[in-house]
């Protein structure tokens, strides 16, 4: 076993100390643009046949309060002429900062960011080009420097409107164009001998009169999702036996995720390997459980939970539930002989590690349940040496107001529980990124997944039936590699981000859900004695939970 120290670098509180708050401010409400657009109307509408395209879609970086901090970019609306990385030496105002996304993994590019961007607000806005390099190799080097931005927009807040945009022809030749220009400026410059740099008012002013583009975002402006309901799924698998004098397991998971712009968060995470591995599991031991021959000694629950990256609010609501004694009607007394929970998170092994990592919040004592099930484990997992099975303590942190991992719930609720992954580390980031260095080959992401399952379901096995010799999980029972492609193949053309999951109500009795969760919900009920509970959760009502805001994507229109 190791001991993993704590991450408190991994969400800092932060301070409101933007001192260009008022100017920034006024500057991206509407009646500011709109005066601009009136002082240099010329400018604009005198060129409309110059026009590109139109206008294109951009995606906004994220925005979400959490009890606490404030995360991501405040602001959506602006009016600004685009700049290129190699013009950003003054301050900007009413500018926006045009930048390669892969330009970004470059430590020149880097370092312009989060220096004159996220820490000195140089400009008023900024777009992000954004490529398809999902496939490009990345080195360690790169990811980590990517990953330093998405942790200061994911743990920290910015007034400023960022906004991703899909490469086009259009935004290419743009961004090109602007970046010659800049060169021959700095050329010009050297030329004179000129060892001063320009003003920043010297460059605007040249600008306005020169022939310029306009990048706008005319809103909507940012609003608040009002009353955001999150649907969980639970059911159950009843063993041989009295229902409440047999043990429980617990077999959890969520099924969202998270990333900078949600709208962007399809197969730009592992791609809902929980989900995937969950189901598997399900469906493998409700056949167990059909036939009376095989059915154990012992129950199985199982837990979908939504809003898993919020704090894991789904899991939350569900244990503040069933433990409320004031609504003894839902107190389901399967809870009373809990023997463990397993959570699972990341377990499609996108860093590569080739591990089954076990974390828990107190290392198991002699003779637990939690004790077998990590026995079983390692010497299941003795059959596949290249796999690294490792139990890892992580104390949890009761001065935090975020959980790591998900059985941490349980564990403050006093029952025994611990999570599987691949990630070696707690770092949140890695939940959350948007670069997926995993497999890239299908094949060969679903034999590890297809390892895991077999790993963590014979475990699960010798938990409900005791000490058996051969492997369960064979012939009529083994892992169907079919099942679990397609499932993945389903899950990942969808983003999956909480606030694009969202389930509506009609009135008191009738919820709409999204058809993401309609397609798990059969797929639950298919997989289980067809009793499926689904259970909508509200956010507090004085103390959200969480607030998210709108828009996630709206119209960029270009001007010459
Ligand atoms: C958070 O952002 C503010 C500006 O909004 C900045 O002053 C502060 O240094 C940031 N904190 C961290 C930890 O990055
Ligand atoms: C990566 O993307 C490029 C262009 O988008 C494509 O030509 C290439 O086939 C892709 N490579 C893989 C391994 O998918
Ligand atoms: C963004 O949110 C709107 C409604 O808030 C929704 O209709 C739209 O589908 C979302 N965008 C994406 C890419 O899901
Ligand atoms: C297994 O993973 C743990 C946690 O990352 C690491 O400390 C250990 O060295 C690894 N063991 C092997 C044999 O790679
Ligand atoms: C997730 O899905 C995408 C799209 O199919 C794929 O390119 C990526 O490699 C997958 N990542 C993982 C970790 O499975």
Known sequence: MITEAENVADYVPFYYLFTLLPILFVITTPAAAGSFVTATGNAITGSSSNLLQNQYI?????????????????????????????????????????????????????????RKILQESLVSGVLIIYDNI???????????????IEKRLLTNETLLPIYFI??????????????????????????????????????IRQKIFSDSYQFVVNGPQVSIINNPIVTSFQTKLIGAGIEDQMPTYVIVTHYDS??????????????ASGVI???????????????????????????????????????KKWLDDSFDPSRSSN???????????????SLADSMNENGLFMYISKPPKPGT???????????????????????????????????????????????????????????????????????????QRLNQMENYINIIGEALAHQLYGPIKENLLSGEYSVSRTFIQSISRQLQNVPRTQNLLLTTQKD???????????????????????????????????????????PNETRLFIYK
């Open 369 to 443: 349940p939690t004790l077998t099930f990590w026995n079983n484990l390692q010497e299941i997992s003795s059959d596949y040496p290249q796999i690294n099975t490792t139990l890892i303590h992580k104390k949890i942190n009761l001065a935090e107001d975020y959980l790591y991992w998900e059985h941490e719930r349980f564990s403050l609720k006093r029952i025994s529980a611990f999570t599987l992954t691949s990630l070696s580390t707690s770092k949140i980031i890695q939940r959350r990124t948007m670069i997926d260095l995993g497999q890239p080959n299908e094949q």
């Open 134 to 148: 999902i496939n490009k190799s990345v080195t360690m080097d790169e990811l980590k420097r990517w990953q330093t």
């Open 166 to 203: 899909q490469e086009n022809d259009d935004i290419n030749r743009l961004y090109d164009e602007l970046m010659e220009s800049a060169e021959n400026d700095n050329d010009n410059q050297r030329t004179f001998g000129s060892k001063t740099t320009k003003s920043g008012a010297e460059i």
């Open 277 to 315: 591995i969950f189901l598997e599991l399900m469906r493998l031991f409700s056949k167990l459980y059909s036939n009376i021959k095989t059915r154990p000694k012992a129950n199985l629950m199982f837990l979908l939970s939504g809003g898993g990256k919020l704090n894991y609010f789904g899991t």
């Open 58 to 114: 951009v995606y906004r970086v994220h925005q979400i309060d959490m009890p606490y901090g404030q995360f991501g970019s405040r602001s959506s609306a602006f009016n600004l002429e685009p700049l290129t990385p190699n013009q950003l030496s003054d301050f900007f105002l009413r500018k926006c900062a045009l930048f390669k996304w892969k330009d970004l993994f470059q430590k020149s590019f880097h370092d312009i960011f989060v």
């Open 331 to 345: 107190v389901d007394s399967l809870l009373d002989n809990v023997q463990f929970a397993i959570c699972l998170d």
């Open 258 to 271: 998270y990333s900078m712009i949600p709208a962007l968060t399809n197969g730009a995470d592992s791609n």
């Open 508 to 550: 008191t009795q009738n919820y709409q859900l999204p058809s993401l969760l309609k397609t798990i919900q059969m797929m639950m009920k298919k997989y289980s004695d067809g009793n499926v509970r689904t259970l909508h959760y509200k956010v507090d009502g004085k103390n959200p939970e969480f607030i998210f805001y709108e």
